[in-house]
Nanobody, 123 residues
Framework: VQLVESGGGLVQAGGSLRLSCAAS????????MGWFRQAPGKEREFVAS????????YYRDSVKGRFTISSDNAKNTLYLQMNSLKPEKTAVYYC?????????????????WGQGTQITVSS
């Protein structure tokens, strides 16, 4: 499956962005999906994930209540709505797909990755 993220850009602290991840190549609904991010000089970290049927979601503690992951299987698209963005979270955001019904926070367990989209949060 091929994944292409979009929706990144420059936003002021406290602002909002919605990322999209368009999937192609295989049946989108066969995959659990996740969002990760990587700041300069740091390791890639888990942000949010969603199960294959969209019934279960999981977030890292620091984004709970501010970020929402969702998917539209009819459009083969994954979303991440981000509100109240913080400057320290400037990073490249990646979507990932895992050929499983269950989500995971472990990056190594995802089978496919997008190229990433840059989010810059200005203070």
């Amino acid at each position: 499956v091929q994944l292409v993220e979009s929706g990144g850009g420059l936003v002021q602290a406290g602002g909002s962005l919605r990322l999209s991840c368009a999937a192609s190549g295989r049946t989108f609904s066969n995959y659990a999906m996740g969002w990760f991010r990587q700041a300069p000089g740091k390791e890639r970290e888990f942000v949010a994930s969603i199960s294959r049927n969209g019934g279960s979601t999981y977030y890292r503690d620091s984004v709970k209540g501010r970020f929402t992951i969702s998917s539209d299987n009819a459009k083969n698209t994954l979303y991440l709505q981000m509100n109240s963005l913080k400057p320290e979270k400037t990073a490249v955001y990646y979507c990932a797909a895992r050929l499983s019904s269950e989500y995971t926070v472990v990056a190594a367990r995802y089978d496919y990755w997008g190229q990433g989209t840059q989010i810059t949060v200005s203070s």
